[in-house]
T-cell receptor, first 114, second 114 residues
Framework: DAKTTQPPSMDCAEGRAANLPCNHS???????VYWYRQIHSQGPQYIIH???NNETNEMASLIITEDRKSSTLILPHATLRDTAVYYC???????????????FGSGTQLTVLP | DTAVSQTPKYLVTQMGNDKSIKCEQN?????MYWYKQDSKKFLKIMFS???????INETVPNRFSPKSPDKAHLNLHINSLELGDSAVYFC?????????????FGPGTRLTVT
């Protein structure tokens, strides 16, 4: 899996949009960008993923640059419950061997402030 | 209904003991995983099973032995526990080859070895 780089921490005011960047400059053409988050003392939770088009679901939006070397996760109206560590991960959609595993980096600690 | 469940949630034991952690998923997924999160919060894959067969076996001591009695269960048995085994262990599952390949994580088992 390609290595990803994320800022170690970010703050965001409650109700405002949280924009979390991720750099994956060595991403391969068949690697997807995944975002997970881990709220304190809980298991990681899937948020969203994409290949090259922008994606949106009920939790967040994912913006991937045209060259696919970076992406931004957007939480449109952050709440206190969004305080968590956010992980950007790249992986291929191949169901064999180590392609299945998620390689977690250190992520970004997002703190939503009241 | 809990999608991925683990028991126990907390486990405190002495060095040298043997213990097991159980994991069950009711999502009908064909792949299950064990991850370890150490005190520095790094999440790392340990094992992966697909349809009861071992797929991924990262460099973990052979004191750790996963057992998959059926597709819905993946248990982790640890022999001769050491202080360094203290960590949070997460079970996860996914359906590979179909859909988004997202992994669903359990709530974690906090193991403390004294």
């Amino acid at each position: 899996d390609a290595k990803t780089t994320q800022p170690p921490s970010m703050d965001c005011a409650e109700g405002r949009a949280a924009n979390l960047p991720c750099n994956h400059s060595t991403i391969s053409g068949n690697e997807y960008v995944y975002w997970y988050r881990q709220i304190h003392s809980q298991g990681p939770q899937y948020i969203i993923h994409g290949l090259k088009n922008n994606e949106t679901n009920e939790m967040a939006s994912l913006i991937i640059t045209e060259d696919r070397k970076s992406s931004t996760l957007i939480l449109p109206h952050a709440t206190l419950r969004d305080t968590a560590v956010y992980y950007c991960i790249v992986r291929v959609h191949i169901s064999s061997g180590s392609a299945r595993q998620l390689t977690f980096g250190s992520g970004t600690q997002l703190t939503v402030l009241p | 209904d809990t999608a991925v469940s683990q028991t126990p949630k907390y486990l405190v034991t002495q060095m040298g003991n043997d213990k097991s952690i159980k994991c069950e998923q009711n999502l009908g997924h064909d792949t299950m995983y064990w991850y370890k999160q150490d005190s520095k919060k790094f999440l790392k894959i340990m094992f992966s099973y697909n349809n009861k067969e071992l797929i991924i076996n990262e460099t973990v001591p052979n004191r750790f032995s996963p057992k998959s009695p059926d597709k819905a269960h993946l248990n982790l048995h640890i022999n001769s526990l050491e202080l360094g085994d203290s960590a949070v262990y997460f079970c996860a599952s996914s359906q590979e080859g179909v859909g988004s390949y997202e992994q669903y994580f359990g709530p974690g088992t906090r193991l403390t070895v004294t």
